[in-house]
């Protein structure tokens, strides 16, 4: 039986991260430190979460696309430890013009480690701009128990 936990980030946006049977890290002091590239917009907390090698997890965060923006990676993490497997987006239910839904993001831990990555929201066509807002998060692949 697959166990989720699902964390809630402590923002406006009401990011939440699902995961398969990940445990989250005690101590946010293991956040590896961003880039100041990184770090535009609301500071928000780094998710560290604990991922089993081989585990695929999901990462879902509010999105909608009526008004131009996504989510994108910022940075990638390091493909020895962790491999980005898609994103698709799920609309609210019931759909309805305007209304907004969750992009949800795949990732695999294909290797023992750390590795840290971004995504932003931002619109495609504005450049140069800063994004909407940037979820950040440490990945520490532990080997499968």
């Known amino acids: 039986m697959k166990t989720i936990i699902l964390l809630t980030l402590a923002c406006l946006t009401g990011c939440s991260v699902g995961v398969?049977?990940?445990v989250p890290a005690k101590q946010p002091a293991l956040a590896v430190p961003f880039p100041p590239e990184l770090q535009m917009g609301q500071a928000k907390p780094v998710q560290v979460l604990r991922i089993p090698l081989g585990q695929t997890f999901?990462?879902?965060l509010p999105s909608n696309p009526?008004?131009?923006y996504h989510w994108q990676l910022a940075n990638e993490p390091n493909a020895a430890i962790l491999t980005a497997a898609g994103h698709e987006y799920q609309a609210e239910t019931p759909a309805r013009i305007g209304s907004g839904g969750h992009e949800i993001w795949t990732f695999r831990a294909c290797g023992?480690?750390?590795t840290a990555?971004?995504?932003q929201y931002v619109r495609s066509w504005e450049t140069g701009l800063?994004?909407?807002d940037i979820?950040?998060?440490?990945?520490i692949v532990l080997s499968g128990e």
Do not use: Q, V
């Not at 979820?135 to 990945?139: K, L, N, P, W, Y």
């Open 117 to 119: 990555f971004s995504l």
């Open 135 to 139: 979820s950040r998060f440490e990945i």
């Open 20 to 22: 398969d049977h990940a």
């Open 66 to 68: 009526t008004t131009g």
């Open 112 to 114: 023992m480690g750390r």
């Open 58 to 60: 999901k990462i879902t």
């Open 130 to 132: 800063p994004p909407a």
